[in-house]
């Protein structure tokens, strides 16, 4: 026997920050993952019966390309818009609705929340793999009778944004936009959605990945220790040598420009936060929404974090472009 559920996952700021070009990109890619996304099979690990289960899943995304196509075609750009709707109050959000078909034995309420979150995990990879900065989750909160015992995710696109800018304005490392079939294609064959604790390298960094994005307002210094981190594990460097991790980035994604060559300084803020010798900051304490988000990401985006998350992402679109799920360095011997 089998069991369908309907969970919608409202959703207060779905549309991030993004010029004219970024735009018309981003609403291409989310028109394409509607269509993808209306029937699959999706698995994931069910924790209340220790299993991985497999879903049968209808999502259904109409609401979000309706809006982003309405601030696309009225407006030009996502600024454009966000400037304006949050002077006149209109919206930035909508709900997304998902239909869960699945044995009867894993029906209870835990075990399909955890797999509606595990799914939003897997879209903000997905998104922001294909094109980072494409797809937030800022204000979700499920709906219906008995959803208050259950949290949905909270992502910002601030860092795949920033790191984007931060590539186009140094010039180094080259990001692309990818199909979005391509990208989840490959996250299902890594099967990231199958365990709640990673053992593979890149399965450490996605989730890696999905902890930055959950700092919602602003790049947290202590973001760059795990960006360094990131790419250790994907270079498979594990004892701080700086010089070997470039050598090794650059075999992977050429040479850096000199405005783009930011290894020794990420590398300097990441053993000052270990040593604790680098101010810390007061968590926030108010959020003024006059501020600008552009003009905050401007000033935020040239970071020496911002421009290793653009290493990081650069190299898992090159995995996905070779279908890899890492990379592998060689040694060879010969005498003469």
Not at 105 to 119: I, K
Not at 143 to 170: C, K, Q, V, Y
Not at 246 to 261: C, N, S
């Amino acid at each position: 026997m089998t069991a369908v559920t309907n969970i919608i996952l409202t959703v207060d700021n779905l549309i991030p920050s993004a010029g004219d070009n970024e735009t018309a990109w981003i609403v291409s890619l989310w028109e394409g993952a509607c269509n993808f996304l209306r029937q699959f099979n999706f698995r994931s690990e069910d924790p209340y019966r220790a299993a991985v289960v497999e879903y049968q899943v209808a999502l259904h995304l109409d609401e979000v390309v309706a809006l982003m196509q309405r601030a696309h075609i009225e407006f030009g750009s996502f600024a454009n818009y966000l400037q304006s709707a949050q002077q006149k109050g209109w919206p930035t959000g909508a709900a997304i609705r998902m239909e869960l078909t699945t044995p009867a034995a894993h029906s209870e309420p835990y075990s399909l929340y955890n797999t509606a979150g595990t799914l939003i995990h897997q879209l903000m990879l997905a998104f922001n793999l294909a094109l980072p900065g494409a797809c937030q989750f800022v204000g979700a909160r499920y709906e219906g009778a008995e959803t208050g015992r259950f949290e949905a995710p909270h992502f910002s696109a601030n860092l795949f944004t920033n790191a984007w800018l931060s590539a186009f304005d140094a010039s180094w490392p080259t990001l692309k936009p990818i199909p979005f079939r391509q990208v989840w294609q490959w996250l299902i064959v890594r099967r990231i959605s199958e365990t709640d604790v990673a053992v593979a390298s890149v399965n450490k960094v996605m989730f890696g990945l999905l902890e930055i994005a959950q700092h919602r307002y602003v790049s947290r210094h202590r973001d760059g220790m795990l960006v360094a981190h990131m790419i250790e594990l994907l270079m498979k460097v594990s004892d701080g040598n700086v010089a070997l991790l470039r050598e090794r980035v650059i075999a992977a994604l050429g040479k850096p420009t000199d405005q783009a060559d930011s290894f020794n300084e990420l590398y300097r803020l990441k053993d000052s936060l270990m040593r604790g010798d680098y101010p810390v900051r007061r968590p926030a304490l108010i959020v003024h929404e006059a501020d600008d988000p552009v003009l905050q990401q401007l000033e935020m985006h040239n970071s020496p974090v911002e421009q290793g998350a653009a290493i990081v992402l650069a190299l898992i679109q090159d995995l996905i472009n070779h279908d890899a799920a890492e990379y592998r360095f060689t040694q060879q011997l010969s005498r003469a």
